[in-house]
T-cell receptor, first 113, second 110 residues
């Protein structure tokens, strides 16, 4: 039973490019969460999705960031026109139900140069 | 505002030297308190969930306890492989997100 799979593990983008981060939840998990971890800071909530629905996006920056969890395929976190401040580790987590503890993936480390 | 404060920021222990990590929280109705372990370059690994004051959970050398204001992670006779960052998070009744502390970086010296 594979865990939460994130890819790529490392992503380098130039300022102004787009970054696409992928997350495949654990088998049987229908709830997906994205968190961002900046150096020396705690994990910060970004968005909570279920299949084809965004449930809570209160932690998402209003511009340039979007997320989806289609009926088929992985969840995607998309960052348009990246800036240096977007450099961080982005973690995806999944759970079978809303109130359960999450299972985290290994993260995608985005570096904007 | 819901928030989590962990202390100390860093802790160095000799192998076998027991200690405790603290997680103080402020939340508008606690749904659950969670402890995770994070190794460098990896995602957090789930350890415990606590739901109500007085609850305790144990796993190997780790024991988590919960009061109305804080949680402790007790480490008994630690080994070098226990070296990691330990994260605490709370989930409120009113929302879906977890609020994470900044973690305690634990180093166990052989």
């Amino acid at each position: 039973n594979a865990g939460v799979m994130q890819n790529p593990r490392h992503l380098v983008r130039r300022r102004g490019q787009e970054a696409r981060l992928r997350c495949s939840p654990m088998k049987g998990h229908s709830h997906v969460y994205w968190y961002r971890q900046l150096p020396e800071e705690g994990l910060k909530f970004m968005v909570y999705l279920q299949k084809e629905n965004i449930i809570d996006e209160s932690g998402m920056p209003k511009e340039r960031f979007s997320a989806e969890f289609p009926k088929e395929g992985p969840s995607i976190l998309r960052i348009q026109q990246v800036v240096r401040g977007d450099s961080a580790a982005y973690f995806c987590a999944s759970s079978p139900r809303d109130s359960d503890g999450y299972t985290f993936g290994s993260g995608t480390r985005l570096t904007v140069v | 505002e819901d928030q989590v404060t962990q202390s100390p920021e860093a802790l160095r222990l000799q192998e076998g030297e027991s200690s405790s990590l603290n997680c103080s929280y402020t939340v508008s109705g606690l749904r659950g308190l969670f402890w995770y372990r994070q190794d460098p370059g990896k995602g957090p690994e789930f350890l415990f969930t606590l739901y109500s004051a007085g609850e305790e959970k144990e796993k190997e050398r780790l024991k988590a306890t919960l009061t109305k204001k804080e949680s402790f992670l007790h480490i008994t006779a630690p080994k070098p492989e226990d070296s990691a960052t330990y994260l605490c998070a709370v989930q409120a009744n009113t929302g879906n997100q977890f609020y994470f502390g900044t973690g305690t970086s634990l180093t166990v010296i052989p």
